[in-house]
Every structure is written in structure tokens, then in C-alpha cells.
T-cell receptor
Framework: TQLLEQSPQFLSIQEGENLTVYCNSS?????LQWYRQEPGEGPVLLVT?????EVKKLKRLTFQFGDARKDSSLHITAAQPGDTGLYLC????????????FGQGTILTVHP | DSGVTQTPKHLITATGQRVTLRCSPR?????VYWYQQSLDQGLQFLIQ???????AKGNILERFSAQQFPDLHSELNLSSLELGDSALYFC??????????????FGPGTRLTVL
């Protein structure tokens, strides 16, 4: 069974601070996706990383896929209250053909 | 807007009942996935269909079943409902036969409450 450990589970910070969310597994994934979810809504895709060592930037968000494709991180620079939400990492591939294996999520709260 | 639609948005029913959740994938996507999200279990994969055929199964209960129709919309049937089935149910879709690098796009979900 493939598992994704996501940490921290909760993060409460002030506007302007930086933060990093980690997603780790003992399994190799062919790709890893990061989603953001608002209460009562579906997860919205932020990025897909597919190559070991890949780094993708989306404005103030930086995503990295580990060299061995077992881990990933999401770094937010100068967080804003609008960044508040649930962040989910999800791995695809390996023994989980087709389906996504999700981490437990990180609830981020950015205070003005 | 992901392009994936789900109905109904909310569903309230009693234990022992049966409900049907509906999903229309993004235009052109052949694969449909169903996920369940609860507070204690997070997002869990239930089942995947590709072009009308079952492709992969997750931890889906025997009381649950799904199908994908020729027009590619999908339905998730939940029967003999229990209190513990209360959760958010999401549908996602992807193209290219659900290959491992395909990105999945999620619908807005159906919130099921079993009383």
C-alpha cells in the first residue's frame, strides 16, 4: 500500500511569513500533484511535477519533486490571507495505476 | 471551474436508504474517478472507469457500485446507507486513458449526510 505522509498537519502564520509543506513516501511515484481545497468545494489543481528534481514556480509558490520521486515540497513566500486553505499532495503511478494517493493535508491559516 | 460537474450538491437521507450521485466529466476526458473524503480518512480513492469499463478499484464497499455510461457520465450508487457513509464524494476526470501522468480535475463534490 502506497502512503503519503504530509506535514505539518496544521500551520498558522502571520501575513508575510514564509512556509514549507512536506510530502514524503517510501514509494516511488510517476508524478505528484498539489491541490488546494476550500471548505465545501473540490480540490483545485495547483501543479503537477513529473521529473525527479523538478522545480516549478507559480507566483509565490515553489514546488519541488525529490530526485528519487518519493517526496515533494511546497514553499510559499510572503504568505497572504488569500493563501488560507487546505493543501493536499497526491501521488500517481507506481502500484497505484490511475488512482491518486493523497496525503492527509495541511490546513494553512494566514492571519492579516 | 474544472469543467467537471456533480449533482446533487447536497443529499440528506436516512440509514438503510439508497442514493445515486451523478458526475459529468470534462469534455473529452475518458476516465472518471470517484473519491470519498471524510474527516478521519482524508481523500480515499473508490473506483475508476475508463470509456465505460472499470479500470481500478480502491477501498470501495460492496454496498457501493458505480458505472460509466456511453456518453461518459458516471453514477455512484450507495445502498444500505450507514451513518459512517456521511462524507463528501468527489468525482474527477482525466484524458488519455488515465495514464499515470495524467492530471485529474475534480468536481465540486456531493455532500452526503446520513441521519
Amino acid at each position: 500500500t502506497q502512503l503519503l505522509e504530509q506535514s505539518p498537519q496544521f500551520l498558522s502564520i502571520q501575513e508575510g511569513e514564509n512556509l514549507t509543506v512536506y510530502c514524503n513516501s517510501s514509494s516511488v511515484f510517476s508524478s505528484l500533484q498539489w491541490y488546494r481545497q476550500e471548505p465545501g468545494e473540490g480540490p483545485v489543481l495547483l501543479v503537477t511535477v513529473v521529473t525527479g528534481g523538478e522545480v516549478k514556480k507559480l507566483k509565490r509558490l515553489t514546488f519541488q519533486f525529490g530526485d528519487a520521486r518519493k517526496d515533494s515540497s511546497l514553499h510559499i513566500t510572503a504568505a497572504q490571507p488569500g493563501d488560507t486553505g487546505l493543501y493536499l499532495c497526491a501521488g500517481a503511478g507506481g502500484t497505484s495505476y490511475g488512482k491518486l494517493t493523497f496525503g492527509q493535508g495541511t490546513i494553512l491559516t494566514v492571519h492579516p | 471551474d474544472s469543467g467537471v460537474t456533480q449533482t446533487p450538491k447536497h443529499l440528506i437521507t436516512a440509514t438503510g436508504q439508497r442514493v445515486t450521485l451523478r458526475c459529468s466529466p470534462r469534455s473529452g476526458d475518458l476516465s472518471v474517478y470517484w473519491y470519498q473524503q471524510s474527516l478521519d480518512q482524508g481523500l480515499q480513492f473508490l473506483i475508476q472507469y475508463y470509456n465505460g469499463e472499470e479500470r481500478a478499484k480502491g477501498n470501495i464497499l460492496e454496498r457501493f457500485s458505480a458505472q460509466q455510461f456511453p456518453d461518459l457520465h458516471s453514477e455512484l450508487n450507495l445502498s444500505s446507507l450507514e451513518l459512517g457513509d456521511s462524507a463528501l464524494y468527489f468525482c474527477a476526470s482525466s484524458g488519455r486513458g488515465g495514464a499515470v501522468r495524467d492530471t485529474q480535475y475534480f468536481g465540486p463534490g456531493t455532500r452526503l449526510t446520513v441521519l
